[in-house]
T-cell receptor, first 112, second 111 residues
Framework: SQTIHQWPATLVQPVGSPLSLECTVE??????LYWYRQAAGRGLQLLFY??????ISSEVPQNLSASRPQDRQFILSSKKLLLSDSGFYLC???????????FGSGTQLSVL | SQQGEEDPQALSIQEGENATMNCSYK?????LQWYRQNSGRGLVHLIL?????REKHSGRLRVTLDTSKKSSSLLITASRAADTASYFC???????????FGGGTRLMVKP
């Protein structure tokens, strides 16, 4: 069966520090991969989307970047975190684009 | 914005009652999906309904879609305390944009 792993669960980082969040999927090949951010009590904002290795689409201009070095690995990064980067980050995958997304357990990022 | 919007934003009911949540959107869709999120966790996919479908069931869940009104509803029958969560609709629009999520309905089921 397919599983998705996302870590860490919580992270507290100072302003200006780098960031690396990792997400891996098991049990499937060539998944569509997504990074979302969720503000407290709000809906999800799509940050990045990937259909394959090295293929990244950015949905909003921001302080973040994403990479897909392997088929089932998706990494969210920042060189210098801002206070506004705080939030709940969710990785997800799907077989078909925009259909039936499977989400990781999320990373609560606090930038202080 | 093409984003789906849920209504109400919050709903509190007693265990055993039915819960109805609504989602409205602005432009034509390929499909509409409902997800559940427990506090501090990832989202869980519940049901996907396509634009040519009017109703789908899954256990105690019933989803309807009215494309003429650009709206959908999620009905949870015989609710349980474990149904307490936030429920989100997500819309896949014909314009080829990415899946967009609404702000969610926070459901509380009191035992």
């Amino acid at each position: 069966s397919q599983t998705i792993h996302q870590w860490p669960a919580t992270l507290v980082q100072p302003v200006g520090s780098p960031l690396s969040l990792e997400c891996t999927v098991e049990g499937t090949s060539n998944p569509n991969l997504y990074w979302y951010r969720q503000a407290a009590g709000r809906g999800l904002q799509l940050l990045f989307y990937s259909v394959g290795i090295g293929q990244i689409s950015s949905e909003v201009p921001q302080n973040l970047s994403a990479s897909r070095p392997q088929d089932r690995q998706f990494i969210l990064s920042s060189k210098k975190l801002l206070l506004s980067d705080s939030g709940f980050y969710l990785c997800a995958w799907s077989v078909r684009r925009n259909e039936k997304l499977f989400f990781g357990s999320g990373t609560q990022l606090s930038v202080l | 914005s093409q984003q789906g919007e849920e209504d109400p934003q919050a709903l509190s009911i007693q265990e055993g009652e039915n819960a109805t949540m609504n989602c409205s959107y602005k432009t034509s869709i390929n499909n509409l999906q409902w997800y559940r999120q427990n506090s501090g966790r990832g989202l869980v996919h519940l049901i996907l309904i396509r634009s040519n479908e009017r109703e789908k069931h899954s256990g105690r869940l019933r989803v309807t879609l009215d494309t003429s009104k650009k709206s959908s509803s999620l009905l949870i029958t015989a609710s349980r305390a474990a149904d307490t969560a936030s429920y989100f609709c997500a819309t896949d629009h014909n314009a080829g944009n990415m899946l967009t999520f609404g702000g969610g309905t926070r459901l509380m089921v009191k035992p």
